[in-house]
């Protein structure tokens, strides 16, 4: 909604933003439309380490917070495009800053993602900061939860053990930092719960409005 000026009716991709962040200003005629900014928390990780539980966990719950999956978006174009995911990545962070914007309350957004694919997109402007949340978990859990989940393709497996592994190994190097969440020995419930623990962390640094 923001691409377009309400002053100008002009369509720009890219966004320009004020000084202090708390307005989006059209490239064209200078109109600032005042936005409100709340922190975006990712959920990643690989499949069967339990992100999708985790999140779920999270859905049913009033807690302030408003979770999506972003596989309700995907497609396989996303991937045929070859840009490391990132109009896939741009196109969710302009539904959530709509979302923030509507809602009032910062978005939760479960799937597998990693930092680099959001570097250099204008629209993470809309927030205070996205954060990373990566749900791991050891070896011998992921593979119980692969053979629980019905996987049984050796190049799915190792693929889903490779990226569980890269999130230990990465977590510390990417930009932003992703903060690991093991959940080898966590009920849903506990896991949840510190989920929930770290979103409203960051929420008290970052979230003016809940001051």
């Known amino acids: 909604m923001l691409h377009v000026c309400p002053s100008c009716g002009k369509y720009s991709e ?3 933003f004020s ?4 307005a989006v200003v059209c490239p064209v005629c200078g109109a600032g439309v005042p936005i409100r900014r709340q922190p975006l928390f990712w959920i990643t990780g690989a499949s069967c380490a339990g992100k999708s539980t985790v999140s779920r966990e999270l859905f049913l719950q009033d807690n302030g917070l408003i979770v999506l999956e972003s596989d309700i978006l995907w497609d396989d174009k996303w991937e045929a495009m070859g840009d490391n995911y990132r109009t896939y990545r741009r196109t969710w ?6 979302v923030c ?5 910062p978005v939760v957004l479960c799937g597998c993602c990693e930092p680099s694919q959001f570097a250099g997109l204008s629209e993470t402007g809309f927030f205070t900061g996205i954060h990373f949340l990566a749900v791991v978990c050891r070896d011998e859990a992921l593979e119980r939860r692969m053979d629980r989940r019905g ?3 050796p190049g799915v497996r190792r693929t889903h053990r490779d990226f569980n592994r890269w999130f230990y190994e ?7 930092p992703i903060t690991l969440l093991d959940t080898s020995d966590l009920t849903p419930a ?3 719960e510190q989920a929930l623990a770290w979103c409203r962390e960051i929420l008290a640094k970052e979230n003016p409005y809940e001051r």
Request: charged content about 30%; glycine content about 4%; aromatic content about 0%.
């Open 93 to 98: 962070l302009r539904v959530c800053q709509n």
């Open 190 to 192: 506990k896991a949840a």
């Open 14 to 16: 890219d966004l320009c």
């Open 19 to 22: 000084e202090d962040k708390n």
């Open 170 to 176: 990465n977590h510390r190097k990417t930009t932003p």
């Open 101 to 105: 914007q509507q809602a009032g309350k």
């Open 151 to 153: 996987t049984t393709d």
